[in-house]
């Protein structure tokens, strides 16, 4: 007993510290290997600040001791979260025009067929919503996909081109700031939408806002040409971005849910020119 009193700040400082950071990972959707590894990292940071207070201060009750070491805990997390978070990579787009590139990084969380132009989700009491309930215009007249692209806090937030084009559109959809846990937060929350029209296809891309996002920042404007990986805008904090894509013949989806992907690099779909025209045709 004299021993666990002894070293009193130092096991209740170890047991909040690893049980704080696993479930801001959890709560927050960062993979395991993410918050797994900080969560001890940090702890033994911790614990060495908490060691070095005792030894400098040693009259201090132990809650002192375990605040100071979960402060600094707290404080250098918030200081790497922010690192990775405002990081914005150069990164290296492939020139093939037939790809679909992602436009985002983080975790593809869905990959929905869109059929007669519905929202393809199941809501309460099984209602069927026009897809304009969410992107607020006609983007996929009857058949296409949505993708939705997961951001947890410590991926970049820079979102970039899925295709190489002329914006057509770039409009702010007005809404509320809700946790994307509910399905109804995509359609009630605040949203950017971009429209993307490339040589033979066109593409919508929509950037959500979440619970703790207060902004969608676009980088382009209305006319902009813009090249297949080019930045477009950011989101401040969390969120996601969804992509509409027309069901065409010429058309493959490369992903599946739950694949990790980067933006402006990794490939969700490829395109078949030749198969697009003789489906207009």
């Not at 790497?80 to 037939?98: G, H, M």
């Not at 436009?103 to 897809?131: Q, W």
Request: one cysteine or more.
């Amino acid at each position: 007993m004299t021993i666990v009193l002894e070293y009193l700040s130092e096991l209740v400082f170890c047991l909040l510290s690893l049980a704080s950071v696993w479930m801001v990972g959890r709560k927050w959707e960062m993979s395991i290997r993410q918050y797994g590894v900080w969560s001890i990292i940090a702890t033994l940071l911790g614990l060495g600040v908490v060691l070095a207070c005792k030894n400098w201060l040693p009259a201090l009750p132990w809650i002192i001791y375990t605040g100071v070491g979960l402060g600094f805990v707290c404080a250098i997390s918030a200081g790497i979260i922010a690192y990775f978070f405002f990081r914005d990579p150069e990164r290296v787009s492939p020139t093939d025009e037939n790809l679909l590139i992602s436009p985002a990084d983080g975790r593809i969380v869905y990959i929905k067929k869109i059929s007669n132009g519905e929202f393809p989700f199941a809501l309460k009491k099984g209602n069927t919503i026009p897809l304009e309930n969410f992107s607020k215009i006609n983007l996929i007249p009857t058949e296409g996909w949505q993708i939705g692209i997961a951001m947890n806090f410590l991926d970049v937030h820079v979102n970039r081109s899925p295709i190489k084009g002329k914006v057509t559109m770039v409009e702010r959809i007005p809404g509320e700031f809700k946790s994307l846990k509910h399905i109804k937060s995509l359609l009630e929350n605040e949203r950017m939408l971009l429209v993307l029209e490339g040589e033979k296809i066109r593409v919508g891309m929509v950037q959500i806002a979440s619970r703790l996002v207060r902004r969608i920042v676009p980088y382009v404007k209305p006319e902009e040409m813009v090249e297949t990986g080019k930045r477009v805008g950011m989101i401040r904090f969390g969120s996601q971005v969804d992509l509409l894509i027309p069901t065409v013949d010429g058309l493959e989806l490369l992903v599946n849910e739950k694949d990790e992907v980067i933006a402006g690099e990794s490939i969700l779909g490829r395109f078949d020119f030749d198969k697009i025209e003789k489906t207009k045709g």
